[in-house]
């Protein structure tokens, strides 16, 4: 019971922690993209990868973004690792879908990719491809330093509260925000169901 109340304690500190400026930004970013018709890719990898499905479905359903997950596409993504590598399927991924400066790309990650640690680094690669084109970089990520972090327009950073769950309260995190994202009035376009 002890670990039960430590860990819920923890999830409480990280929501009174969170930077409330950044969330807003993200809020008025993301309005000005669905104005302007441009497209959300969201990128992440593991569980993270995960969030980006649900992501995706809650912001073309519920705040009418064109939003798209590369790591939905299974036969593309493992084609691409088998032919050209794992590092590469984000940056041809947005290359193939004509990535414009009008468009979005939102990274979910613990560690936000790391090239000098080889973590990650087809998010590197992917950031890396989003400024070359002009594209706004939003990230939600665990830990301060990474690639996401230090090169993203925006970045919410989870607030550490314990070293050994920087990665499940970072992910779950994730989910917490993108939900906050879609149902705030500037957003929401339709209405949940319950």
Not at 43 to 56: E, I, K, P, Q, R
Not at 168 to 178: L, R
């Amino acid at each position: 019971m002890e670990f039960v109340k430590n860990y819920l304690n923890e999830v409480r500190k990280i929501a009174e922690s969170l930077d409330l400026i950044v969330i807003d930004q993200m809020i008025e970013k993301l309005k000005d993209l669905r104005s302007r018709k441009g497209r959300l890719f969201i990128l992440g990898v593991g569980g993270s990868a995960g969030n980006a499905t649900h992501a995706v479905n809650d912001f073309r359903k519920l705040a009418h973004i064109d939003s798209y997950a590369p790591t939905d596409n299974v036969a593309e993504i493992t084609a691409r690792t088998n032919d050209e590598g794992w590092e590469t399927v984000f940056d041809s991924y947005l290359e193939i879908s004509n990535l414009k400066k009008e468009d979005c790309i939102l990274v979910l990650s613990v560690g936000g990719g790391d090239f000098n640690k080889r973590v990650s680094v087809n998010l590197c690669r992917g950031i890396e491809y989003a400024k070359s084109r002009g594209a706004l970089i939003l990230a939600i990520v665990g830990k301060t330093g990474g690639y996401a972090h230090k090169f993203g327009d925006l970045c919410l950073v989870i607030p550490e509260v314990n070293k050994d769950h920087i990665t499940p309260h970072s992910e779950a995190f994730q989910a917490i925000i993108w939900h906050l994202l879609v149902s705030d009035p500037r957003l929401k376009a339709s209405q949940v169901k319950w």
